[in-house]
């Protein structure tokens, strides 16, 4: 059995270093690519990608699993995940015909220009024709997988094996509910604090502060970058090669820097994978709701707390002397955590970034059941936004267009930042029952333990277990819960309630 789990491991390392090379060329063209290089990166997407998809539904992968499936290895063994993990990649790739997946890959690519051009203008009719082409592709692309009645659930299970819709609708319910009444409280109850917005913060000061934070967290600079894009993201290419992005803006410096960690939190993710699952599938995590938890956790439970500030304050000082000044650890924290209804979903707080998740979710699954027209988006778009926090964008950049996601064909991705969430708040209670006295060693600087323990109870696994398995084997149950996280937004925001 060994020499064929061997094949199959060559087998996956090869169309593993094809998405590596895809995921390089999206990187550049999302940092560096010069403006007049759009068209030709498309093309170059679109034949890399046609080769990745002919590899990854190759006849002769399909045999070695095959082979392997007839005498299976022992259930909670490595090979009994690649195994499993592979029958999965390859059956869903072998239903894509290879017109649709090349099609798909090339009109992102050109959305992308698109989207860009259309932010500019602020005039979402710019993308629309390129939209509304990859929603018709998307749908013809879920039809492979489910029913029309279900066909948002096979997008959602690209980024969340094992998810359906019907289970979200249920503990979405429960944040619909509590929410707004949770949002008017906290408003009401927050002090007034300061206001950062008519000071300057060079965007090189925000750059080395924000290398040195994430290098305070474990970001390791000899297998990785930080960089600039219009909107922050992190890839990887391969365990020994992960990439960071931020987004300066000179009068919000704390985008930036949450901006970071975010994103280191998902690189100390890709990092922490055992290297022996490099170059298989099993070299990503559980689910992009896991990744999301460990982004959140970071930038949210970590970055947000007063034990973090009263170790890195001082250092953030250091580089804006005259700007920070006259404010004080108490003001520093209050602006931090200022909570506000606001239009963009990446600069919003942490009460209300959920209702920015479900407003999209409730948008895509529509537009996916064809009950939504694509030039309706703004319209809707808006509406929506006066009924989760009761204000209307300026324009469409700030509105319909302020994401990347749908342009580059991410249905189903935006409910596993609410995923993300909740699982954070499991995972902070889960840690402080472990690790007593974590707070005082954040204080004081050291952010190792709380790494340690991550690699240890999620990192290390890789996606060598299911989400809903992983659930299960730290929480003792596999279902996902809303309490945690409302509690946790309570206790740091309510503390008297």
Not at 37 to 64: D, V, W, Y
Not at 93 to 109: G, Q
Not at 207 to 212: P, T
Request: glycine share 6%; hydrophobic share 40%.
């Amino acid at each position: 059995m060994k020499p064929n789990f061997t094949v199959l491991k060559q087998q996956l390392a090869e169309i593993a270093d094809l998405k590596a090379a895809a995921a390089v060329l999206e990187w550049d063209q999302q940092t560096f690519l010069p403006p007049g290089a759009e068209k030709g990166r498309a093309r170059q997407i679109a034949a890399l990608c046609r080769h990745l998809h002919r590899a990854a539904s190759a006849p002769e992968l399909g045999r070695t699993i095959d082979a392997l499936e007839k005498q299976p290895p022992a259930p909670d063994t490595v090979e009994f995940a690649l195994l499993r993990a592979a029958r999965r990649h390859y059956d869903r790739c072998t239903r894509v015909p290879e017109t649709l997946a090349e099609d798909l890959s090339a009109t992102t690519a050109e959305a992308y220009a698109d989207w860009l051009r259309a932010r500019e203008e602020h005039d979402f009719r710019i993308l629309a024709p390129r939209l509304e082409k990859i929603i018709e592709l998307k749908r013809q692309y879920a039809a492979l997988f489910a029913p029309e009645e279900r066909l948002y659930d096979a997008l959602l299970d690209d980024y969340e094996p094992g998810q359906t819709t019907a289970e979200l609708d249920v503990v979405f319910a429960e944040l619909r509910s509590r929410l707004p009444g949770l949002i008017d409280a906290v408003i009401a109850a927050q002090q007034s604090g300061p206001d950062f917005s008519d000071r300057a913060f060079p965007a090189a000061a925000q750059m080395a502060f924000s290398r040195d934070l994430v290098t305070a967290m474990g970001f390791d600079f000899q297998h990785g970058r930080l960089d600039l894009t219009e909107h922050p993201f992190t890839t990887d290419f391969g365990l020994d090669d992960v990439r960071i992005t931020t987004h300066i803006d000179e009068r919000d410096f704390l985008s930036c820097i949450l901006s970071c960690v975010h994103e280191c939190g998902h690189a100390l993710y890709s990092l922490g994978i055992e290297p022996e699952l490099n170059r298989t599938p099993l070299a990503d995590g559980a689910s992009l709701g896991f990744h999301e938890s460990q982004s959140r956790l970071w930038e949210n439970q970590v970055a947000r707390s007063a034990a973090f500030w009263r170790a890195f304050l001082p250092h953030l000082h250091r580089y804006f002397p005259g700007q920070l000044a006259d404010v004080s650890e108490s003001d520093f924290l209050a602006a931090i955590n200022r909570v506000r209804r606001s239009e963009i979903r990446i600069e919003s707080d942490e009460v209300t970034y959920n209702c920015h998740i479900l407003l999209r979710y409730d948008i895509e699954k529509e537009l996916i059941h064809g009950r939504v027209r694509c030039a309706d988006l703004p319209e809707l778009w808006n509406e929506k936004m006066r009924e989760y926090l009761h204000i209307t964008p300026v324009d469409d950049t700030r509105g319909v267009l302020q994401d990347v996601h749908w342009p580059t064909g991410g249905f189903g991705y935006f409910p596993t930042y609410t995923i993300g969430n909740l699982l954070a708040a499991q995972l902070w209670e889960l840690v402080h029952r472990e690790l007593p006295g974590l707070d005082d060693r954040i204080a004081a600087g050291e952010l190792q333990p709380l790494r340690e323990w991550l690699r240890e109870r999620v990192h290390r696994h890789g996606a060598r277990y299911l989400p809903g398995e992983l659930r299960q084997r730290l929480f003792g149950d596999a279902r996902l819960q809303a309490g945690p996280f409302l509690r946790y937004l309570t206790a740091r925001y309510l503390p008297e309630a």
